[in-house]
Structure formats: C-alpha cells, structure tokens
C-alpha cells in the first residue's frame, strides 16, 4: 500500500456490517458516509483536550464541506474518565444537547474517547448510531473497530461496558503525525499482537519493516494498519460477541490488564505497553508450560525491544508489579469462566489458543519468578 492510498474494508456482520475507511485522507474520502448518519444536519463528537487542540479545527472543515455543523464535547485527556463518574458526566452533556436516538455520536480521539463515547451511544435513549474516528495507532487498529465499548472499575479495567458496533469508522493515518513515538510504539503493540497470536507470515513482515514503519515510513505504516484492520475485521465477522475464536485477541490483555489495574490508570503505564509486557510474559508462560519453543519467546521480545516496546513484567514502567496482587485481578478477570482462569498462551508465533489454567498456585510462582519477590 503506497503513502496516500486509502481503502475501505468491511467488517461482515449481516445487516449491521460496516465500512472502515482507512489510510492517509481518509477522512475526507469518507465524509459523505459520515453524513448520511447524520439527519439532523449536525455532528454531536466527543473528543479530549488534548485532540480538540491537534486536530478538531480540521474535521470542523471536512464537516463543513458536507453540510454539517459539528458539536463538540471536549472532555479532559486520560484513563481516568473511563469511569462511572466520567460516563456520568458524558451523559449528562449528550441529553443536554438533545441528542435524538436516529442521530450519531462520534467518538474523535484515542482508545479511551472510543470507549467512553461508544458506552455512552449504547445507553444514552436506549442506543444511537456511532461512528468511530480514532487518532491513535492503538485505537486505529484495534479497539476502533469491533464494538467493544466499557469504563474502568477498581476491581479491575474494562469490567463495565456493552457490545455496540459502530456503524463507520474512519482511520486516517495523517493524524499520526502528531502523536507522540511513545503513543505510536504503544499502538504498534496492538499490530504485533494480531500477528503473534494468529498470522506468522504476517509477523515475518512486521519483522523486517515493523521498526522502519515506526521510524517514518508512512507507505509500510499506512500497509500495517491496513493488514491490522482486515486481520481483526475477519476475526470479529466470524465471532462478534466473543464466544470463540475472538478470544485470542486478548493475547497478552489478562497480564496487562492487571499491570494496568496496579499501575493506577494514570499514565505511567500505556495501554499498548501492558498489552507488550503481558504478551512477553504470556510467551514466557508458554516456554515455562512447554507450550511454546524457547526460540519464538526470544524472537518476539527481540523484536518489542527493537520497537521500544517493555518485554515482560520486570521491565514494564510503572512497577515494581508483585505476584500477589496480580493474581488477585486475574482471578476476577472478565474471560474466566467457573472460577477457572482463562488465558490466551501460545503454541508458536502466529499461533495462539485458550488454555485453562487451574494450577494458580503454580501461575503464582511463575510470577513471582516473573516480578521478584512478594
């Protein structure tokens, strides 16, 4: 895919599919989309401080090139308001602005806005039309597009929240540009996951052109978001609720949400870079389990260190991390079923499969190995 080409995939979901419109432009290319979801005339977004100031003055302009007027609601940057107070606060904005159920709400920001703004459509009257315009790598390619939608608890992250399918997403590579090396290596976590957990071929590429992409090639960053996109788009078409073969997206997120709960949520620790650390640690499970061959563990923790990316749960900023209070957040881990952890753990690079642990003594001890004493 060459720098400035644009195309549109689509998540296969019956009468409820969707277009992805993707690459460098691609918000222009699909304004017209966005308003026809739009029949009061006017856009109702929601967007942080932090994108209002980069980026919003120039979706203003493509809203007005399709005769719409945008109505922004700017909400303080951050993990932190994926919470009950900060949904509260949303909602109470949105009815204020009489959003109607036949209009749509767009989410214009990272993971955190998409999450947010996607929970608030699935409630607010009931549910409304969403449109997702993520401005992060991560949000690009992953939690854009498959209509996962929650708030953070302190029992753990992601514990409150709905299945909502948005019904376009828009991921223009061009508002890249502004993000921060750190945010765009975080967001590339997300790309190595989908190829480690089901796509080796696709992991060989990320090897040889992963790092160039993130150094500024924008035709080899413009392919990977593309390859990331379609790759989740056929697993979510065939599994949208999650019941199977969707599960092996969590590659590294039952470690990493457990980083992220003891991090504290306030940005010592990226969502990407505990998605890395517990993909590391879940590769280094499946080496302990004879699972996986030592030499794939290596190979990818090669590579996320070449990526500027944490290896494991020693390493992950925003530690020291024990194994005690880990274990106390993977054992109320949403993807446990009867009281039996369910991890994602690997086989091989490009092949990842659910494994039921019920040896948590053992898996303790494997942490505690993992992060040093208690």
């Not at 590769?283 to 260190?305: F, K, M, N, S, W």
């Amino acid at each position: 895919m060459s720098a400035g080409q644009r195309q549109t995939l689509m998540v296969e979901l019956g009468d409820r599919s969707y277009p992805v419109v993707c690459g460098t432009g691609a918000l222009k290319e699909a304004a017209d989309k966005m308003a026809a979801l739009c029949p009061n005339q006017r856009l109702v977004c929601v967007t942080d401080e932090t994108v209002a100031a980069l980026h919003l003055s120039v979706l203003e302009r493509v809203c007005a090139g399709v005769g719409l007027l945008l109505n922004p609601i700017i909400i303080p940057p951050g993990e932190a308001q994926k919470s009950f107070s900060g949904l509260d606060n949303l909602c109470a904005k949105l009815l204020a602005l009489e959003v109607e159920r036949g209009e749509a709400i767009a989410a214009f920001g990272g993971g955190v806005v998409g999450d947010l703004a996607g929970f608030a459509s699935a409630i607010i009257k009931r549910g409304t039309a969403f449109i997702q315009i993520p401005t992060t790598l991560l949000a690009q390619v992953d939690s854009a597009v498959g209509g996962k939608t929650a708030i953070n608890t302190p029992a753990g992250k992601n514990l409150i929240g709905a299945f909502h399918q948005p019904a376009l997403v828009i991921a223009d590579s061009a508002v890249l540009e502004t993000l921060p090396p750190r945010q765009k290596s975080a967001g590339y976590a997300e790309i190595v996951k989908l190829a480690a957990l089901g796509d080796a071929v696709f992991f060989d590429w990320l090897d040889e052109n992963g790092s160039k992409a993130l150094s500024g090639d924008v035709s080899l960053l413009d392919e990977a978001i593309t390859r990331s996109i379609a790759g989740k788009a056929r697993i979510v078409a065939r599994d949208e609720r999650e019941h199977g073969v969707r599960a092996l997206l969590n590659l590294g997120h039952s470690f990493g949400h457990a980083l992220e709960s003891l991090a504290g949520y306030e940005g010592a620790l990226l969502h990407g870079e505990a998605v890395a650390a517990g993909m590391g640690t879940a590769y280094a499970y499946g080496v302990h389990l004879q699972l996986c061959p030592a030499d794939d563990y290596e190979r990818l923790i090669r590579h996320l260190a070449k990526c500027g990316l944490p290896t494991g749960l020693s390493n992950a900023p925003g530690g020291p991390y024990t194994a005690s209070a880990m274990m106390q957040i993977l054992k109320n881990d949403k993807k446990n079923q009867s009281g039996t952890l369910r991890l994602v753990l690997p086989r091989a690079l490009g092949d990842a499969f659910i494994y039921e642990e019920h040896d948590l003594a053992g898996l303790e001890a494997f942490l505690r190995a993992q992060t040093g004493p208690c």
